[in-house]
């Protein structure tokens, strides 16, 4: 039997691509049918190998989960952008590949993200995610958050509600 290893890293310039590619198929999974699709299309493909590249180099925080030396999601952090909300950090990105979620490789990219933006001084947590997105929310709820502000987020012309989980 083949032992698969699980590693969660910093984000290196090597991996733009890969993370381009985790972003396109765990969008297009996620949000195919609720986003209109010619603008779900415009942001896939704004956020290409070159835009990854950009976004590691400039320090962005990008973490990746590696299973079996393949990159099977990314998570991307820093701080709350929400005046409104009193936590500090935030994972503004949370996303696996399709055939990766559901394993429990999700939870620990949290985890981690979590761990970073402690470690880095930032105390509690905000997530946004979009109201349809049913099973993100019951990640985010299965993880402790707690629901606590609304906004919305238009797509060409489509208004989307989107909730704020917080951990304090
Ligand atoms: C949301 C996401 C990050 C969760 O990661 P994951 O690895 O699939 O989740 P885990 O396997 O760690 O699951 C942890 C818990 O979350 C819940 N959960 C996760 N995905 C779920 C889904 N699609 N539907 C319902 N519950 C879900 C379960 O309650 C699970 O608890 P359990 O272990 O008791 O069953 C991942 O599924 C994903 O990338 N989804 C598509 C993109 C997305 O929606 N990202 C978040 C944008 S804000």
Known sequence: MKTLTIDIRKAELRDAAAIADV????????????????????????????????????????????????????????KNRARELSQQGEIYELYLRPEYQGIGLGSRLFAEARKKLSASGL??????????????????????????????????????KKVAFVWD
């Open 23 to 78: 972003h396109q198929e765990a969008w297009q999974g996620a949000y195919s049918g609720i986003i209109p699709h010619r603008a779900l299309t415009g942001m896939i493909n704004r956020r290409g190998p070159n835009w990854w590249a950009n976004a590691i180099r400039r320090a962005a925080s990008v973490l990746v989960i590696e299973i079996g030396g393949e990159l099977a999601g990314y998570a991307t952090i820093g």
């Open 123 to 160: 105390r509690g947590l905000v997530v946004w995610a979009l109201e349809e997105n049913a099973g993100a929310l019951s990640f985010y709820e299965g993880a402790g958050g707690r629901d606590i502000a609304e906004g919305v987020e238009v797509f060409d012309q489509k208004a989307l």
